[in-house]
């Protein structure tokens, strides 16, 4: 038995050396290699103050108290407090938002590529859900389920999520998310309203559509609450 478990020890301690021999996450949506920094300086996430200069300033936000505006397209507007806006937050791996919804306002499908989000509803009624990956001879699956006030819900890191109020008052729901900055990738804005556009021919082989649907969507104004 102890010889058993001597070789347990051994095999965790070779895993985790393993696992700690990985790449960094990244905390960016690129970061282009160049063989020469200078004058080009740019580092994975943000550079660290001087620690005998922080103060309290530095790990505090305040207004999360107040409500976002509704007032928009999708009825829906998300406060996010990530590394841009409370600078104690680089390095730690976590940030959250609040989220306020109109009477059947949408928070529309997007993506958190460098996230996991764990939701709870303070207030208001919301259906939500995600889509798993494409899996092999298997239809990508959709979770969903309506919440009520003190509701729980997570969104895996990565994977298609919407939230939308369908109650006749309005919502309001805070998220955690496991980055400084979990990054946000709008579907409908990602694909129809990018800079350049996208050809039409491709999003019409893709969406199996007449060329008019999608020179229509792609000459809509697509409104993003997820900054």
């Known amino acids: 038995m102890k010889g058993q478990f001597l070789v347990l020890v051994a095999v965790v301690a070779l895993t985790f050396t393993f696992a700690r021999a990985s790449d960094p996450s990244s905390l960016q949506d690129f970061c282009v290699a160049i063989d020469d920094p200078t004058g080009a300086l ?16 530095d790990f505090f936000f305040s207004g999360l108290n107040k409500a976002g505006d509704t007032s928009n397209p999708l009825g829906s507007n998300v406060t996010a407090v990530n590394v841009n ?19 059947y306002g949408l928070n529309p499908p997007h993506t958190h590529p460098r996230a996991t989000e764990v939701l709870v509803v303070f207030e208001g009624t919301l259906l939500v ?14 979770f969903t389920k309506t919440l009520y006030p003190g509701d729980v819900f997570v969104f895996p890191e990565g994977l298609i ?5 369908v109650g006749k008052t309005k919502a309001v729901a805070g998220a955690a998310l496991s980055s400084q ?4 990738i709008t579907i409908a804005n990602a694909v129809f309203g990018s800079d350049p556009k996208i050809s039409p021919d491709v999003l019409t082989k893709a969406f199996q559509v007449d060329k008019n649907v ?14």
């Open 181 to 184: 900055n979990p990054g946000v």
């Open 161 to 165: 999520h919407f939230q939308q109020n």
């Open 42 to 57: 740019f580092i994975n996430g943000k550079f660290c103050k001087n620690p005998n200069l922080v103060n309290a300033n």
């Open 129 to 142: 859900g995600f889509v798993t990956s494409n899996l092999p001879n298997q239809k990508n699956r959709l």
């Open 214 to 227: 999608i020179n229509y969507l792609q000459s809509q104004f697509w409104w993003d609450n997820n900054n």
């Open 85 to 103: 806006n409370l600078k104690g937050l680089n390095t730690l791996g976590i940030s959250l938002a609040r989220i306020d919804f109109a009477p």
